[in-house]
T-cell receptor
Framework: AQSVAQPEDQVNVAEGNPLTVKCTYS??????LFWYVQYPNRGLQFLLK??????LVKGSYGFEAEFNKSQTSFHLKKPSALVSDSALYFC?????????????FGAGTRLFVKA | NAGVTQTPKFQVLKTGQSMTLQCAQD?????MSWYRQDPGMGLRLIHY???????DQGEVPNGYNVSRSTTEDFPLRLLSAAPSQTSVYFC??????????????FGPGTRLTVL
């Protein structure tokens, strides 16, 4: 079965420091991986995705993620955190075995950036 | 474009009552889906549709019905509400998910409480 794990419920980082939000996945074939962000009382917004090609993916708001097939990971990173980055972050994988119709989400990681 | 819209934003029901959560998109997306978000559990797929007249079950379909008569609209029906259906509901849409490579656009959500 396909699954996504976000091992940290919460990540705390000081403004200006680099941040990492971790994600590992389990799929039977090639994964399509996504990161979404949710601000309070809002819907999810797409940040970036890995489909194929370069393992380092760049997305919105200065975020990037590195696909590591051997470690089955897709960690979200940003070189310098902003207080406005504080939000709930979700990693997701598309289930290719069902034609890509079903997305499986991780439980989410809450990021707190302190000024 | 309004994107994905959902109504109502908030709803309180009594056990056994029925209601319909509305979802509409103006991006001509073929794929639409409904998720529920519960604390610590991420988003779970309820039902999805790959086009008008075509729907299928997701991860947690019990207690919910859907239909897709037009490309734009994808309502979610609760026939007999139960306290376990207290949650935040999100509708999402994307271009055709052939191979699952397309990101989803989310609505603002409906917060439902069942007493």
């Amino acid at each position: 079965a396909q699954s996504v794990a976000q091992p940290e419920d919460q990540v705390n980082v000081a403004e200006g420091n680099p941040l990492t939000v971790k994600c590992t996945y389990s799929v039977s074939g090639n994964p399509y991986l996504f990161w979404y962000v949710q601000y309070p009382n809002r819907g999810l917004q797409f940040l970036l995705k890995y489909i194929t090609g370069d393992n380092l993916v760049k997305g919105s708001y200065g975020f990037e993620a590195e696909f590591n097939k051997s470690q089955t990971s897709f960690h979200l990173k940003k070189p310098s955190a902003l207080v406005s980055d504080s939000a709930l972050y979700f990693c997701a994988v598309r289930d290719i075995n069902t034609g890509g119709f079903k997305t499986i989400f991780g439980a989410g990681t809450r990021l707190f950036v302190k000024a | 474009n309004a994107g994905v819209t959902q109504t109502p934003k908030f709803q309180v029901l009594k056990t056994g009552q029925s209601m319909t959560l509305q979802c509409a998109q103006d991006m001509n997306h073929e794929y639409m889906s409904w998720y529920r978000q519960d604390p610590g559990m991420g988003l779970r797929l309820i039902h999805y549709s790959v086009g008008a007249g075509i729907t299928d079950q997701g991860e947690v379909p019990n207690g919910y019905n859907v239909s897709r008569s037009t490309t734009e609209d994808f309502p979610l029906r609760l026939l007999s509400a139960a306290p376990s259906q207290t949650s935040v509901y999100f509708c999402a849409s994307s271009y055709s998910t052939v191979a699952g490579a397309n990101e989803q656009f989310f609505g603002p959500g409906t917060r439902l409480t069942v007493l």
